[in-house]
């Protein structure tokens, strides 16, 4: 009985060539290349501080813009209500971080935050992905948490930065804000749990 030969394209499919190895190899080293630092990049823990503020001060900003259009495409009323208390909240926020930049002697600048504006865009595209009704307000909810989370992680970052530089007129109020995001966050797990995310999986089944 002859033996079936194996299909020789087959081998060379399973073998890597010579140039997939060559552009393997230069993917993983480009990986782990150094990054180079800026001109502009800081070099001590204050001017890190600095433009970290400068940061959530764009984020909080950019907020504003976007808590009224999910206020807006909400429509459990307990939602709409925590949207529009958090909108105010952030106003104020943003007058903190004027008196935070003033406190450590800095003029209040914004910076383009790249992670928030990412968080803002995929709450917009969850929208777009989603009926409105209960589940559009559960993914409203959990883009949300996700921006909340984003800013209980820089505000903490922030009063410790400012609590190493021995700038304690602006842990105080760092702090404040801090204690109010963590509040929202908690704020929109209880209104998931308790109504929006039961009558978005009963709405699947209709």
Known sequence: MKTAEKNPAA???AAKSPASKSRST????AS??????????ADGLRELFTD???DIYWAEKALLKALPKMAKNATSQNLITAINEHLAVTQEQVSRLEEVFKSVGEKAAAKKCDAMEGLIKEGESIMEETEKG???DAGIIAASQKIEHYEIASYGTLAAFA?????DDAVLLLEKTLAEEKQADTTLTEAAYNTINFDAEQAAGK
């Open 134 to 136: 209960p589940v559009r």
């Open 52 to 54: 970290s503020l400068k």
């Open 11 to 13: 081998k060379k499919s």
């Open 163 to 167: 609590a190493t530089l021995g700038e």
């Open 26 to 29: 230069a993917s993983k080293s």
């Open 32 to 41: 782990n290349e150094a990054v180079n630092a800026k001109p502009s990049a």
